[in-house]
Nanobody
């Protein structure tokens, strides 16, 4: 089984930046792609970005394209989400997820989540 631990959340003013990290452990880590989802109060959880371990191909939600960048460090089994030009509507709990190697948005394992708050 894969275990995921997120870090790096916090509070920032609009226009600022934050970087989230997700450390993955377990024997089958490389079998999955990795993704970030988020859930704002009163809203459904939504896809943010994903990256494959092998080719490094990425996928982004339209709402974050050009502002967020997902990357990974294969040696550390860690995935990052660099968030820039943050908006108050980016406020949410951000979840790391292990997802399908082919279907990058299909979740198999969730992390515990980390809060991101953007103030205007």
């Amino acid at each position: 089984q894969v275990q995921l631990v997120e870090s790096g959340g916090g509070s920032v003013q609009a226009g600022g930046s934050l970087r989230l990290s997700c450390a993955a452990s377990g024997r089958s880590v490389s079998s999955y792609a990795m993704a970030w989802f988020r859930q704002a109060p009163g809203k459904e959880r939504e896809f943010v970005a994903a990256i494959s371990w092998g080719s490094g191909s990425t996928d982004y939600a339209d709402s974050v394209k050009g502002r967020f960048t997902i990357s990974r460090d294969n040696a550390k089994n860690t995935v990052y989400l660099q968030m820039s030009s943050l908006k108050p509507e980016d406020t949410a709990v951000y979840f790391c997820a292990a997802t399908g190697a082919v279907s990058l948005r299909t979740v198999y394992v969730w992390g515990q989540g980390t809060q991101v708050t953007v103030s205007s």
